[in-house]
C-alpha cells in the first residue's frame, strides 16, 4: 500500500469517526437536558460539547487527508490534526468519566487509536516524500 492511499484510508477514518462522535455528543446533550441542575449536568454538557468540537475536528482533518493525501507536503498539517484531535478525544473522554463515574473503554480506544493512526501515516506520507522526485 502506498503512503497516500495509506493516508487517504485513515482519513476516511476520521471522518467517520467525527460522525460518531458528533452523534455521541448529540446523545450526551440530550442526556444532560434530561439531568437536573447539578454539577453532573454542567460536566455532561462540557464533555459533550468538547465531543462536539472534536467531532468537528475530526471530520476536518479526514477530510484534509483524503483530498490531499497525493501532497506530501500537507502531512505535517495532518500532524498537527492527529494531536489536536487526540487531546480533544482523551479531553473528552476524561470529562465524561468524570460525570458519570465511569469510563467508556472504546471511545477512550478510539479517541486515540484514530488518531494514531491518521498521525503515523501522516508520517509516513511525509519520509515517503523525502525521495529524490526520479525515485518516486
Known sequence: M?????????GILMIFGGVIAILTAISMLIR???LTADMQMSMLCAAAL????????????????ARNSADPDNAS????WAVIVALLGVGGVALN???????????AVFSVVIPALYGMAASADRRGSAKPASVR
Not at 50 to 65: K, S
Not at 97 to 107: E, I, L, P, Q, T
Open 97 to 107: 468519566a468524570a460525570a458519570n463515574g465511569s469510563v467508556n473503554v472504546v471511545n
Open 50 to 65: 468538547l465531543m462536539l468540537v472534536c467531532g468537528f475536528e475530526a471530520l476536518v482533518a479526514g477530510y484534509a487527508a
Open 77 to 80: 498539517d495532518c500532524i498537527a
Open 2 to 10: 502506498k503512503n497516500e492511499d495509506f493516508l487517504k484510508g485513515t
Open 32 to 34: 444532560a437536558v434530561s
